[in-house]
């Protein structure tokens, strides 16, 4: 069986009949290394919008909120008090 690399067509082992595909090393690393580097990537972009910084207000609540604050100083008017 003649076996050559799926990336780049290098005949990894000589051989008759069927052809079967496999890695060469130059590409398993450069494969590796893109991988892994994806792996980075997506980690990162992941924890740049998981949490938002402290302060920051949520998307789409202000508008909600009519551009007021949800919790700031206010009237409040208790019923039974006074
Ligand atoms: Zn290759």
Redesign the pocket.
């Known amino acids: 069986m003649r076996v050559v ?1 799926a ?2 067509g ?1 005949v990894l082992s000589e051989g008759e009949g069927q052809v079967s595909h496999g ?2 090393p ?2 398993s690393e450069l494969f590796e290394r893109a991988y892994l580097r994806a792996l980075r990537d997506r980690a990162r972009r992941q924890r740049r919008r998981g949490r938002p910084p402290a302060g920051a207000p949520l998307p789409g609540f202000e508008a909600a909120m009519g551009g007021r604050p949800a919790c700031g100083p206010r009237s409040v008017t208790s019923a039974g008090a006074g």
Do not use: H, Q, T
């Open positions: 690399c990336w780049c290098a890695i060469c130059g590409c």
